[in-house]
């Protein structure tokens, strides 16, 4: 049995390899040959790896692991990301009941129906930049000029946040989710990011509108500075990931030339399209974590409470056991099991919209970019190896 | 089959309604499962365990009659 005086296998983040969307292999490696291991930490503290499908669904569905970033133990991926996640509490690193309290307060906001309704509009919204993209020109950056704004028009809209302001809360963003980010700069973009939604919400207190900033107003159960903090993370939360997997899925049915074809063809697919992207793509790449509130075995590893344990999703999207072959990416496999979104009670909130988004933005794009293909050698594109979220820097299309 | 939800498992993620509409639904005010049919007919089982295997918080219960 597995304890926690083993030698670490590596240091996490572990480098990528040479394909640019597989996980890095010390990850796969790992859940070969001992899928829950001792890893080491960038400030030499020790951690639990765990990489296979089946131990993930168990460490992030049991009560027994806390989300709660202020206890001791908590893993962290970098100093930045360790100010991100206990500078300002939000849901996401609470346990129940005050999760389950506080997120109740969105999920009607999210749920399938409701999402369902703006789907004109978020296809007005992808025709609108398409058609700016494209006037008089061949070429461009998708990620500047379509895969960014979408989503954040969306979201925008959704929070009652004036859109105008995208690039003070894109550039406070970029410095949260960035494991390069100094403490400071990471508590200053937090502190500037958080007094902007404090004084939005103060104005939609005198001048509601129809966005959850002013109902959580008008719930009355919430003070300005809880609210702000609530919009800081859905505001962040809900433009970086889908800008990142709406590029990432572009480039990688670029490399997989068939899989693009097949879905140009059957648009009719791209639910399930989707779903395979995000199992293959996983960008929440650096892991989900979680603290032992008390002494758990999994996978026949103890587990003491009080250690750290990161769940390497990337890996088990990848799991031979529940997806075989899963080193490819083939649009017609059933990935709805992925945990690209997570697993348990804190699975992601906005999911419903993030597919909506994507299936729009992927067949917008095919739809209407017949000659769509990169405008530079594969080599050549910035990948985010060093963001907490991964994907492209820029993606120079040629259309 | 019989299908049992605990809507304070529920964390609202909305599969079940993806994999089987006509069995679930959220709740208008909070986006928490509403059971539509609680003994849905023969060509809806696969939907619905698929939405029990994919429900992250373990709020769908089947049993077998």
């Known amino acids: 049995m597995a304890t926690a005086a083993q030698t670490p296998r590596f240091t996490h983040p572990a480098a990528r390899g040479a394909c640019p969307f597989a996980p890095p292999p010390a990850y796969q490696q790992a859940q070969q040959e001992e899928p829950i291991s001792r890893i080491s930490l960038w400030d030499g503290a020790p951690s639990w790896l765990v990489t296979r499908h089946e131990d993930i669904k168990a460490v992030l569905s049991d009560a027994r692991f806390s989300s709660d970033a202020t206890r001791s133990g908590f893993p962290f991926v970098s100093a930045g990301a360790r100010q991100l996640g206990t500078g300002q509490l939000t849901f996401l690193r609470m346990d129940d009941p005050e999760h389950a309290r506080l997120r109740r307060m969105l999920t009607g906001e999210f749920m399938i129906k409701k999402v369902e309704a703006l789907r004109p509009e978020v296809q007005r919204i992808a025709d609108e930049l398409l058609d700016a993209m494209t006037d008089g020109r061949s070429s461009g950056d998708l990620v500047r000029e379509f895969a960014l704004p979408l989503p954040s028009l969306v979201i925008c809209l959704l929070l009652g946040v004036p859109y105008q302001d995208h690039d003070f809360f894109q550039e406070c963003g970029r410095v949260l989710l960035s494991r390069e980010a100094t403490v400071e700069e990471v508590r200053g973009a937090q502190d500037r990011l958080v007094d902007y939604l404090i004084k939005l919400t103060d104005a939609k207190r005198t001048e509601p509108d129809d966005g959850i900033l002013s109902r959580l107003v008008a719930r009355g159960e919430l003070s300005t500075e809880e609210i702000g903090a609530m919009g800081r993370l859905l505001l962040v939360a809900g433009h970086e990931t889908t800008a990142n997997m709406t590029a990432l899925s572009v480039l990688a049915l670029l490399q997989n030339p068939d899989q693009l074809a097949h879905l140009r063809a059957h648009p009719e697919s791209v639910a399930g399209a989707v779903e395979e992207l995000l199992r293959y793509l996983t960008i929440v790449h650096s892991g989900l974590t979680r603290v032992a509130a008390e002494d758990v075995t999994v996978g026949g590893v103890r587990i003491r409470a009080g250690e750290g344990v990161i769940c390497m999703v990337s890996a088990a999207n990848r799991d031979e056991q529940q997806f075989p072959g899963g080193d490819g990416l083939d649009l017609s496999r059933d990935a709805r099991r992925h945990l690209a979104f997570g697993f348990g009670v804190h699975q992601c909130l906005g999911q419903p919209l993030a597919r909506l988004e994507l299936q729009i933005a992927l067949n917008t794009i095919l739809r209407r970019l017949p000659e769509l293909r990169l405008a530079v050698p594969f080599e050549e594109v910035r990948f985010r190896g060093e963001m907490l979220i991964y994907g492209v820097h820029e993606l120079p299309l040629a259309w | ?65």
């Open chain 2, 1 to 65: 089959m019989l299908v049992h939800i605990d809507q304070e498992k529920c964390c609202g993620a909305g599969h079940c309604v993806l994999a089987a509409p006509e069995v679930f639904d959220q709740r208008d005010e909070d986006g928490i499962v509403v059971l539509l049919d609680a003994e849905p007919p023969a060509e809806l089982h696969q939907g619905v365990q698929d939405a029990a295997a994919v429900c992250p918080a373990a709020a769908i219960r089947l049993e077998r009659v």
